[in-house]
């Protein structure tokens, strides 16, 4: 990864962060952590419990696994993380025009490969409008060759995962923010609607997570 990418990056993080905070408040350098959405997610945790309980929430522990994760130009890392969330999830997805929910595992996922991310406004600047696009639509292959399409709210452990490996760390993104020029050009050179969803993400962005068995 040259240089260049490396500070596009930063420049369109740091960006969000001020964005979304006060526009007086100084910008830092790392993304805000993913928040719970206010509407119902598309994949729910199974064990949170009754969310009108008054009693304070458990932080969720940590599931440590080896994943090999492929980015938007083909390069592929692979290394240990530690995925914050509940061995059990609750997916709802659709087929034959049937909404179903069916309970997984973390441990039986055999991949988790993006399908589209769609542009939301999250700041308007004198150079420009700052978009950042997030997953719209995904799909989760179980080790029994089962695959569900799931269209919705993407599973917020996912939005950035921390790997491990000789290499040392990194910080990976299922997200990216791009700037809307006034002359109507992407500051990341990436062509696209500002409507509608992308079926083609950012060269470093997370396009595929494959979870070799143990």
Same mark, same amino acid.
């Given at each position: /990864? ?6 596009? /990056?930063? %420049? ?8 979304? @905070? ?12 993913? @928040?719970? +959405?206010? &509407?119902?997610?598309?994949? @729910?945790?199974? &064990? =949170? ?7 304070? $929430?458990?932080? *969720? ?11 938007? &130009?083909?390069? $592929? ?20 025009? %049937? ?6 595992? %973390? ?10 991310? $769609? ?5 308007? @600047?004198?150079? #420009? ?11 989760? $292959? /179980?080790?029994?060759?089962?695959? /569900? *399409? ?5 599973? +917020? ?10 290499? #040392?760390?990194? *910080? =990976? ?14 500051? *990341? ?19 595929? %997570?494959?979870? +070799?068995?143990?």
């Amino acid at each position: /990864m040259n240089r260049r990418r490396h500070l596009c /990056m930063a %420049i369109l993080l740091a960006g969000l962060v001020s964005g979304e @905070r006060n526009a007086g408040a100084e910008s830092e350098s790392r993304p805000t952590p993913p @928040r719970r +959405p206010d &509407n119902p997610a598309t994949v @729910r945790l199974s &064990n =949170l419990g009754n969310e009108e309980s008054a009693a304070p $929430e458990r932080e *969720t522990p940590g599931i440590s696994l080896r994943v090999s994760i492929v980015l938007g &130009n083909g390069r $592929e890392v692979t290394g240990s993380t530690e995925l914050r969330t509940p061995e059990t999830l609750v997916v709802r997805h659709t087929r034959d025009g %049937i909404l179903y929910e069916k309970t997984i595992s %973390i441990r039986d996922i055999a991949s988790i490969e993006l399908k589209r991310w $769609e542009g939301r406004l999250v700041a308007q @600047r004198s150079e #420009g409008d700052l978009y950042r696009f997030s997953v719209r639509d995904y799909q989760i $292959e /179980m080790r029994d060759g089962f695959q /569900m *399409t799931v269209q919705g709210n993407f599973l +917020p452990f996912l939005e950035q995962v921390v790997l491990e490996n000789a290499n #040392g760390s990194v *910080t =990976l993104f299922s997200y990216w923010l791009d700037l809307l020029r006034q002359d109507g050009t992407w500051f *990341t050179g990436l062509s696209g609607p500002v409507a509608g969803t992308r079926v083609v993400c950012h060269e470093d962005v997370i396009k595929k %997570i494959l979870f +070799p068995r143990e």
